[in-house]
């Protein structure tokens, strides 16, 4: 982290460096599969804290909006394409 001028924090359960500026942190305890990790390249493990920043995350709900699109989730789809959240759309009960 120091050597690329990434700034961390110490996280809350662990102990860990969590990533300064992010919107949503986990930390996590690795479970030991030896079998799954030599034959898929697979780890497994237990998130032991969760925090989130309440300018996307209140009262249990994600909230992407205009106002907070600098905090918006990068997700990765595969071969090197991305999305961001661009629109949510409300459910009506029925």
Same mark, same amino acid.
């Given at each position: 982290?120091? /050597? !690329? #001028? +990434? %700034?961390?924090?110490?996280?809350?359960?662990? #102990?860990?460096?969590? +990533?300064? #500026?992010?919107?949503?942190?986990?930390?996590?305890?690795?479970?030991?599969?030896? !079998?799954?990790?030599? *034959?898929?390249? &697979?780890?497994?493990?237990?998130?032991?804290?969760?925090? *989130?920043?309440? /300018?996307?995350? *209140?009262?249990?709900?994600? /909230?992407?909006?205009?106002?907070?699109? %600098? @905090? !918006? &989730?990068?997700? !990765?789809?595969? #071969?090197?394409?991305? *999305?961001?959240?661009?629109? &949510?759309?409300?459910? /009506?009960? @029925?």
């Amino acid at each position: 982290f120091e /050597r !690329h #001028g +990434i %700034a961390s924090f110490d996280g809350p359960a662990l #102990g860990l460096p969590l +990533i300064d #500026g992010c919107m949503a942190w986990l930390e996590c305890r690795r479970i030991a599969e030896p !079998h799954s990790e030599a *034959a898929y390249d &697979t780890f497994f493990g237990e998130v032991v804290s969760a925090q *989130a920043d309440a /300018r996307v995350f *209140a009262d249990g709900r994600w /909230r992407f909006a205009d106002d907070n699109a %600098a @905090l !918006h &989730t990068l997700h !990765h789809l595969g #071969g090197g394409l991305f *999305a961001l959240p661009a629109a &949510t759309v409300q459910a /009506r009960r @029925l």
